[in-house]
């Protein structure tokens, strides 16, 4: 090329890493073969894979923040890996969002006093019946339905250990219950509120705010001295606010200096394919 402009290219750039500006000089080349050509454009689709998860990351933030007072919600997790493709005899790293997670953080417990409110101490999960399926949660807010199944404020009933619904005699009295989730009613056990062990779920499978499809078998915890029932309490969110708003802005200035680059590289592109072409 005749011309001694000095394009900016976009270097590796990856979810939470430092953008890099990289000046390039353009050599003598054809135009449809200019190296220099294909390493901007190939820096524009780095660019672009970096602000597709970014996006992904900025809802993720998003719905966390937005249910930071939701009862037994769990935080969703994003997490990103690198996928290497190969431009010209280089190796480039694109941006790839892994599957997400939900934490297994527990939430703080709140006392309530309400006799049909249930909390899980440990790592466990209620499970309920849901017209998708069986689903587990961690919010204990439960009612007696018309039915007399005791239910969740969406209507789905509560399983016990063997996964059958809960039922509540509404005439028998108030309901109590020990740490292991058996239910008495005037001294009479009358059932049993079921806890679960799950595989580690996944946030694509949720089921609105507080319900979650499993993606494996549930199975009752029996026995287990690591998990206990609490009634009268319900499980907070277990998203710290100050941390995801910070994230958040954070997350949002990355994504607005991304876009401005991919800008400049594209405007440095258009530049050199007009100069390219007319030597």
Do not use: H
């Amino acid at each position: 090329c005749r011309t001694q402009l000095i394009p900016t290219i976009i270097g590796r750039i990856a979810f939470g890493e430092r953008v890099v500006e990289r000046p390039y000089r353009c050599l003598p080349c054809d135009p449809d073969e200019c190296e220099n050509k294909q390493m901007m454009e190939t820096g524009i689709y780095v660019s672009l894979s970096s602000q597709l998860a970014t996006e992904r990351r900025l809802a993720t933030l998003a719905d966390n923040v937005a249910n930071v007072n939701t009862a037994g919600f769990r935080e969703t997790q994003v997490r990103f890996g690198e996928l290497l493709g190969k431009s010209s005899s280089a190796n480039v790293s694109f941006v790839e969002p892994t599957e997400g997670s939900i934490s297994s953080t527990q939430g703080a417990l709140t006392q309530t006093g309400n006799g049909l409110d249930f909390a899980i101490s440990g790592d466990g999960w209620f499970l309920v019946d849901t017209p998708s399926g069986p689903a587990i949660t961690r919010d204990g807010r439960f009612t007696i339905n018309a039915e007399g199944m005791l239910a969740t404020l969406d209507g789905y009933p509560v399983m016990d250990q063997g996964e059958s619904p809960v039922q509540i005699n509404r005439a028998a009295g108030e309901v109590n219950s020990d740490k292991s989730g058996i239910l008495y009613q005037n001294g009479s056990i009358i059932g049993s509120i079921g806890v679960f062990e799950a595989p580690a779920p996944d946030e694509t499978r949720r089921l609105g705010s507080l319900a979650i499809l499993p993606k494996g078998e549930v199975v009752a915890a029996v026995g287990r001295a690591s998990f206990g029932v609490q009634q009268g309490f319900v499980e907070q969110s277990n998203v710290n606010a100050i941390k995801q708003i910070t994230t958040l802005i954070s997350v949002q200035r990355n994504f607005e200096q991304t876009n401005s680059l991919m800008q400049q590289s594209e405007q440095s592109l258009s530049e050199l394919v007009r100069l390219l072409g007319g030597k």
